[in-house]
């Protein structure tokens, strides 16, 4: 099981360095969209910690990526990102409340 200090981790690197992608309605020039959550790491040494704890957690983690001078994992799909946030309960400060509010079918707020 993992410890409130893994939460805890996962909180301050999401609230630092992370951030979410929500799927767009149409797709623009081909691009493909979706849900998406992605944790932008220091190095390998936090990568293989964070991956770690996310795979204690129950979630299936993406593939890393380079990204500028950063190590990207990505978790996919909607009921994911909302496990997640539901789990890591992020401050408002984060950039999920100050960049993205999801919408539903009619515009409005969260689904």
Do not use: C
């Amino acid at each position: 099981m993992v410890r409130s200090s893994g939460i805890q981790l996962l909180r301050r690197i999401y609230e630092e360095r992370g951030y979410i992608r929500v799927k767009i309605a149409k797709r623009q020039d081909g691009k493909r969209s979706g849900w998406e959550i992605r944790l932008a790491l220091l190095d390998g040494k936090e990568e293989a910690k964070v991956r770690t704890i996310l795979m204690e957690l129950g979630f299936k983690v993406g593939r890393t990526f380079p990204k500028h001078s950063r190590l990207v994992i990505p978790i996919y799909g909607k009921a994911q990102v909302e496990e997640f946030l539901k789990r890591v309960k992020p401050r408002k400060k984060s950039k999920l409340y100050r960049s993205f509010q999801p919408q539903n079918e009619a515009g409005r707020g969260w689904p």
